[in-house]
């Protein structure tokens, strides 16, 4: 088991700035590569970005590429997402996921542990 808290979340202007964290729990969080998913209203779960657990490759959805950075600090056992120029599409339920193997990032189902969520509300 791998329980997984996200925080960080909250109201922001459009153009601002949120920093998303998601603490794991356990001693093999470096084993498992990480990723964030979001869920607006009405829409199904999406890929955001991952990270995979030797740090080698990160991925990012093209409506996030350029603006999102995921990293990952071992030692703390947590993982963040940097979000800049938020913009309104960007207002979500964030959610963050660790699996065991190392493929397949982008695949929702893949992820064998999940957080509870933390809500971001862009706003003009």
């Known amino acids: 088991q791998v329980p997984l808290v996200e925080s960080g979340g909250g109201l922001v202007q459009a153009g601002g700035s949120l920093r998303l964290s998601c603490a794991a729990s356990?001693?093999?969080?470096?084993?498992?590569?990480m990723g964030w998913f979001r869920q607006a209203p009405g829409k199904e779960r999406e890929f955001v970005a991952a990270?995979?657990?030797?740090?080698?490759?990160?991925s990012y959805a093209d409506s996030v590429n350029g603006r999102f950075t995921i990293s990952r600090d071992n030692a703390k056992n947590t993982v963040y997402l940097q979000m800049n120029s938020l913009k309104l599409e960007d207002t979500a339920v964030y959610y963050c996921?660790?699996?065991?193997?190392?493929?397949?990032?982008?695949?929702?189902?893949?992820?064998?542990?999940w957080g509870q969520g933390t809500q971001v509300t862009v706003s003009s």
């Open positions: 990270i995979r657990s030797n740090f080698d490759l990160t």
């Open positions: 996921a660790a699996k065991a193997r190392p493929y397949n990032l982008r695949l929702l189902s893949s992820y064998n542990y």
């Open positions: 356990g001693r093999t969080f470096s084993n498992y590569s």
